[in-house]
């Protein structure tokens, strides 16, 4: 008779109860927060209404959701621009290897040069739809060419010639451009 070896049974684990409750929570927790922040703002704004100014003396109270509006839209617009930085930071370490700490201080610049341009051309109040349309694009366009030449640059100056460098170097010169075009939007006149 030949001795085989039996591996012992482990005992079947008892089931946790919170388990289950943690492992929904972990991966859904976030999305029904985000959710259901929008139902509370929404009728809280329709049973309790907000102050929407005074009239002599006396608080105006508005029950509509004007409000939960205005915040869809501007969350998106802000959700957008963080996206559209998070785009570029992206692209610009795939392909560099290096994370452009100056990145978010062009677009200042751009935003800068747009403002300024809006002023040179007199885009104001009083323009024509025909002269709002075509000024914004051509301060769109000026302002692309002025981020895309300043990025060009920063590139051939200060990244370029640190390329075969420790990886230290690089970062030190991005974080200086970034001090750097922080203090000419410091000094910059609309």
Known sequence: ??????????????PRPLAAVRRFVGRWGLIVALAALPIYYGVHDLVTGYQAG???????????????????????????????????????????????????????IGSFTS????????????????????????TMIVAMLICGSLNVMI?????RPLRAAPKLAPLITAVGFSFILQNVGLLWRT
């Open 115 to 138: 403002a300024g341009l809006w002023g040179t051309l007199g885009i104001g109040l009083a323009t024509g739809p025909l002269g709002l349309i075509g000024g914004l694009v051509v």
């Open 155 to 159: 590139e051939r100056v200060g990244y």
């Open 1 to 14: 008779m030949e001795a085989t070896s039996i591996s012992p049974r482990l005992p079947a684990a008892a």
């Open 54 to 108: 005074t009239l002599a003396g006396h608080a105006v109270i508005r029950q509509d959701l004007t409000r939960l509006g205005f915040n869809f839209a501007e969350g998106l617009s802000n959700g957008a621009i963080w996206a559209l930085i998070a785009i570029g930071y992206t692209l610009v370490y795939g392909i560099i290897e290096l994370i452009n700490f100056a990145h978010g201080d062009v677009f200042m």
